[in-house]
């Protein structure tokens, strides 16, 4: 079947690479099927030039994927109006975290046959053959159709239990040398960035996170080494963002990945999500060894109460301590805190910035969004069953307009307020942050004029 997946734009300059709609297009492509990406994120072409392609060129299914937010649900809306639009419509399929949760709903405002529910890569290849009618609908598990308005939903997919017999991402049919551009901290000019997984899930159970598929698979870490491999020789690629939720999924898995880079001499930086439970000095020093230049913590507040709220699995100290190991390996910590969680108030803020302020080492700019009950999450749930959301389509067409402002209020304070405060917190992080970059400038200048500083390279910006 001929088969175009369309990558939306997402308003960035350069584009993160699409690894998940890079696994369907490879998985397509072994299976016999003739596929084609639609880069709406390189081009920024507006919606009416798909429907112009889908007039030009004949395929047979179109799929979308999109991850729950406000933004990706608004343009989800857009796209499936275009491809609603062409005179030869092919078949229609979504997926994604956006979609899965709530398929009802996004199969009647999308007009799509389909939604794909969870990992994608054995879904697809069964759903193509139904839709080619080898094999009925409701044989394929882990989709979500509506037959006469009513909705169908198979039975859950079974996980991948060996996620290294996923054939690597079809690289060729993107375009590598835009997506390599994107700038990550510690990133050389000269240096090309590519993301990869190490492994799928996640073993916590944060209240605000929707997770489609439980526990965690890690990657072989001979695999992941053969990946980066290949990414060196055919694309120059010297800098790994790992897009997995948890790289650091314990300690014996990250020890053994970091033993095994260094020994086969790698040569990468890499930048990680981590947990600051395993962020112990011996592991953050045979990680800083292996190339490590970056882990992103999920903090989220600083308040102990409203750490357990959430389920966090962690504590201040815990926090404290690893944030500090982290820096004493030379490592940048990337910083997530949110606010506005069930029973958070001005003081929980209030330590949020502190911290910030106190640790940051300006690697990145960071600032404090609320917290948002994305639709399949435990916060989702608890907003409706507390009377402050009705449901999918009160989240995303009256409340989630956008993810810098209240879509739900968890907490004792006015909305007025919530933003008053959140205003004050993220001032004082932004003066901070370029307060710290004018004085890092005005050193570079004095350096070079008055130290004659011949390694000068121009007052510029990437």
């Not at 092919?90 to 949760?101: E, K, L, M, N, T």
């Not at 510690?186 to 993301?195: A, D, F, T, V, Y």
């Not at 815990?318 to 997530?336: F, Q, R």
Request: charged share 25%.
């Amino acid at each position: 079947m001929k088969l175009l997946l369309v990558v939306y734009d997402n308003d960035s300059f350069i584009s993160n690479f699409p690894l998940g709609m890079a696994y369907i297009a490879a998985v397509c492509r072994q299976a016999g099927h003739d596929v084609t990406i639609y880069n709406q994120d390189v081009y920024h072409w507006p919606e009416s030039h798909l429907t112009d392609y889908l007039n030009k060129n004949h395929f047979d299914v179109v799929g979308v994927g999109v991850i729950g937010g406000y933004y990706q649900y608004r343009k989800l809306l857009k796209i499936s109006e275009a491809i609603n639009r062409s005179s030869d419509r092919p078949r229609y399929i979504i997926g994604g975290h956006g979609p899965a949760p709530e398929p009802e709903y996004f199969l009647k405002k999308t007009g799509a046959e389909v939604v794909v529910i969870g990992e994608g890569e054995r879904t697809i290849i069964e759903l193509l053959d139904a839709l080619d009618g080898k094999r009925s609908l409701s044989s394929v598990d882990g989709i979500a159709y509506l037959e006469e308005g009513k909705l169908h939903k198979t039975q859950k997919r079974a996980l991948i239990e060996d996620i290294d017999t996923i054939p690597f991402p079809a690289w060729d049919l993107f375009p590598v040398d835009h997506y390599s551009l994107v700038r990550l901290p510690h990133i050389k000019n000269s240096e090309r960035c590519m993301l990869v997984l190490s492994g799928r899930g996640c073993t916590f159970k944060c209240n605000f996170c929707y997770r489609m598929d439980e526990g965690h698979r890690a990657r072989s870490s001979e695999g992941i080494i053969e990946e980066i491999k290949v990414l060196k020789k055919d694309y120059n690629i010297s800098y790994i963002d790992f897009q997995d939720e948890l790289l650091m999924s314990s300690v014996q898995r990250t020890t053994e990945l970091c033993e095994k880079f260094i020994k086969a001499r790698l040569n990468c930086k890499w930048f990680c999500n981590g947990r600051l439970n395993y962020a112990t000095p011996d592991v953050l020093k045979l990680m800083k060894e292996a190339g490590c230049v970056f882990i992103n913590y999920g903090i989220e507040s600083l308040d102990e109460k409203a750490l357990r709220v959430m389920n966090k699995a962690l504590t201040v100290k815990m926090i404290t301590t690893g944030i500090e190991n982290t820096l004493a390996a030379g490592i940048s910590p990337g910083y997530n805190i949110i606010f506005g969680n069930i029973g958070e108030n001005e003081e929980s803020l209030k330590k949020g910035v502190e911290f910030l302020l106190k640790y940051d080492d300006h690697a990145q700019m960071r600032t404090i969004r609320p917290v948002t009950p994305y639709p399949g999450s435990p916060l989702y749930y608890y907003a409706i069953e507390k009377g402050l959301l009705k449901d999918c389509e009160d989240f995303y067409e009256r409340k989630h307009i956008n993810s810098d402002l209240l879509s739900v209020n968890f907490t004792d304070l006015s909305d007025n307020d919530v933003h008053r405060l959140l205003y004050e917190a993220n001032k004082a992080l932004i003066e901070s942050y370029y307060s710290h970059h004018l004085k890092k400038s005005l050193a570079t200048a004095e350096n070079l004029y008055f130290n004659r500083d011949a390694s000068f390279r121009g007052f510029r910006q990437t």
